[in-house]
């Protein structure tokens, strides 16, 4: 397990170590978060909102 920062809120968020690039993963603050890789290693970015509101 590899433990990131949340760039939302700030806490702690624990991914597992074979993470893949642009895997979502939930935190606790209820922001959901996109893993990306620098190099060999992991962080996190905000996801995208996709969805909920394009268009009727
Ligand atoms: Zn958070």
């Given at each position: 397990m590899v433990v990131?920062?949340?760039p939302v809120c700030g806490g702690?968020?624990?991914?597992?170590?074979?993470?893949?690039?642009?895997e979502l993963v939930e935190h606790e603050c209820?922001?959901?978060?996109?893993?990306?890789?620098?190099g060999d290693k992991l962080s996190l970015?905000?996801?995208e909102q996709v969805g909920e509101?394009?268009?009727e």
């Open positions: 990131l920062k949340c702690d968020v624990t991914v597992e170590d074979d993470a893949l690039p642009g209820g922001a959901q978060l996109e893993v990306v890789k620098n970015k905000l996801a509101d394009w268009g």
